[in-house]
């Protein structure tokens, strides 16, 4: 893919998304990610980053519902968006697992300044989707 100031976001089968059975009704689906950033550094995080979901794992198109925003939040430094529509899609088999991406939305704002620690981190707090469902 061609995104330079974007970050890509995949769900692995640890995340526990593909165990969740079609008839599932997402609730809640909250990402947290947490960002490496300290009061003082010469570029502070944007404050919202538009969300948007891969079509296909072969190209670049991408599906947005227009209204997902990851927000940060200065106190936690962390972004955090409710994914719950594009998860219900996924789970319901509408829409295929192929990566989430992240856009800033202030101009002059890349995410070339947002560090965001990693699940494999050592030095800060992990990413984390918490996802709250009942079966139908």
Do not use: W
Not at 30 to 35: D, E, F, G, K, S
Not at 76 to 85: I, P, S
Not at 87 to 95: N, S
Not at 99 to 109: E, H
Request: charged share 15%.
């Amino acid at each position: 893919n061609n995104f330079k100031t974007d970050v890509v976001i995949i769900f692995d089968e640890m995340s526990g998304l593909n165990s969740l059975s079609k008839k599932a009704i997402i609730h809640k689906a909250i990402l947290t990610l947490p960002v490496d950033y300290s009061p003082g550094d010469a570029f502070e995080p944007g404050t919202e980053l538009s969300v948007a979901l891969f079509t296909n794992n072969t190209d670049s198109t991408l599906v947005s519902d227009g209204t997902t925003l990851a927000l940060y939040d200065a106190g936690k430094n962390q972004f955090t968006a409710d994914l719950r529509n594009y998860i219900q899609h996924i789970v319901q088999g509408e829409i295929e697992n192929n990566g989430f991406i992240f856009s800033p939305l202030l101009f002059g704002t890349t995410l070339d300044r947002i560090s965001f620690f990693g699940a494999n981190s050592t030095n800060g707090a992990k990413p984390t989707l918490n996802i709250i469902y009942t079966e139908h």
